[in-house]
Structure formats: C-alpha cells, structure tokens
C-alpha cells in the first residue's frame, strides 16, 4: 500500500485549511503549524520547525487578509505576507520540498475581465499587492493556487460571505447588494477535492481553484433567499462607489476562470448552496 503523502500546513485551522483537514485527513496525514508555534515573520525560528519538520509538501494558508485594515497597518502586512512566505519557501527549497501557496483574485484589478491563470497582474489594494509579491516568491518553483471569495467553512472567529448574509437575513434586517460589481463566489469543499487531485498531481504552476459562476453581490443574496427561502422583500441595492466609501479599493470585476482546472468540476453558486443545505450546515 502506497503511503500517504505528509502536508505540512500553515492556517489549518481557518475558514479553508479546518476544511480542507476534515475532508482530507483519510488520504493526506496533515501536520498543523500554528502561529503559535511558528511565526512565520522570524526566519531563524521557521527555519528551525520546517527543518526538523517530516513532510512532503508544504501548504502555506496563513495569511493577512483583512482588506480594509491592511491599508494602514502595510508593515505588518508585509512582513506577514510578503516576507513569511519568503521566509517559508526558502526553508522549503531548502529541505528540497515542495510548496502550496494560496492566492487571490485580489492580484487583479478586476477592469479587464475575465482573468485566467496567466492574465495580468495589477493589485489595486494593499492586501492584494502583498499577495502579489507572495506569488513572484513562489511562481515557476511552488504551486500557486487562486481563490475567489470562499465559502462554506466553519469557524468561530470570522463569518464566510453566505453566513454573514444568512445571518442578517434571519433577524429580518434589509441586506444592500452592490449591483455593479461581480464576485467568484468558490465552495470551500469544492477546494478541498480539486487540492486533493493537486497534492498527489503536483506542478509548480498557478490554478484558479474558482466557482463556476460570477454574479453581482445583488445576485447573490437574490440566490440565497431563493434557496433558502428569505423574504427577498429584504434585499435592497447599492453601488460599488457607495458601498466601499472611505474603504480600501477590491477589483470591480473579479471574475476568474481556470484554463488550467480540467480535474474537478466546481459548482456553481447556486449548487454550492443546494450542497451546503443538505448540509445543514449553515442554516
């Protein structure tokens, strides 16, 4: 019998790495390396746990993502996502393993829709530019993998974009959906199996791992009121411009699509929802 391959993980326990762990864990044997163990912003200390760290790739989730609050705190942010992940891959390369970095549609400006792997680069926010510089770390060595707007997890410091809209919808309050900009709106279980044909396929290249949709934040509370049953009385409209005033800039258009994901199909929005309500997961 073959043996499982070893991953060693940064951000198992968030929204998308809990997940992945869960559905995973009969096929990969996965090592968690909390932040407590290991801050990634101190290279003698990562290079100390990666090195005497039995694995075979290294999965790199662990990042800063709060849009809005990187604006001004970009030292922070940098050395966390910019200077973490130099400091990771190199113990990786080092160790002679290989990497999993997790991006974002964030890299992209979101003028020139649609986006694919291979499409150009142009953050407009901090947050995005950080991600930005992670992935010129990594490319043509380590993996890259893009998401769009994940959703689906499970954790108790921090609501996905459907749990937040479900959660407003329950108490009756009139949730605003900006009708001009487009969202890739990604199952988390989704990812999990495409990252499990990934580790056992691996190629040091970029995959958009994406949902097989893009829609406008109206539309996509307009989804789940439809699946779920909300009073779609309840959904009111805005704008890009007004909706993000005195925020940071996120890309108009984030609509990805995946030249390279010929190995599993992703749901739509709509059936992604359809799945998490067998579920009962969020409802």
């Given at each position: ?38 801050d ?23 990042a800063?993502?709060?849009v ?22 190199e ?11 997790i ?181």
């Open positions: 019998m073959k043996p499982k391959l070893i991953i060693a993980a940064t951000g198992l326990d968030g929204l998308i790495g809990s997940r992945i762990n869960t559905l995973l864990k009969n096929d990969f044997e996965f090592i968690n390396i909390p932040e407590s163990s290991m990634i912003t101190d290279k003698d200390k990562v290079n100390e746990i990666i090195g005497e760290t039995n694995f075979d790739i290294f999965l790199h989730l662990a800063y993502t709060d809005d609050s990187a604006e001004s705190k970009q030292e922070v942010v940098w050395k966390i996502n910019v200077d973490g992940t130099k400091n990771i891959f113990a990786v390369e080092e160790k002679g393993k290989k990497m999993v970095f991006s974002t549609g964030f890299v992209f400006d979101g003028e020139h829709p649609p986006y694919y792997e291979d499409s150009t680069r142009n953050p407009i926010s901090f947050y995005g530019k950080t991600k930005y510089e992670g992935e010129k770390i990594v490319e043509g060595r380590g993996m890259i993998i893009r998401l769009d707007y994940p959703y689906g997890g499970k954790v108790s410091y921090k609501k996905d974009i459907v749990e937040s809209i479900v959660s407003g919808l329950k108490q009756g309050k009139e949730i605003k959906g900006i009708i001009d900009q487009y969202f890739t709106p990604t199952l988390i279980d989704d990812v999990a199996y495409a990252v499990k044909y990934l580790f056992s396929n691996f190629s040091p290249k970029i995959f958009h791992i994406v949902g097989a949709d893009s829609l406008t934040g109206y539309d996509i509370i307009h989804t789940i009121c439809k699946v779920y049953g909300f009073n779609k009385d309840l959904i009111g409209k805005t704008t890009y411009s007004e909706f993000y005033k005195d925020k940071a800039l996120r890309p108009k258009n984030s609509i990805l699509k995946s030249k390279g994901n010929h190995f599993y199909t992703m749901k739509s929005f709509e059936e992604g929802l359809l799945y998490l309500k067998k579920m009962l997961s969020h409802i």
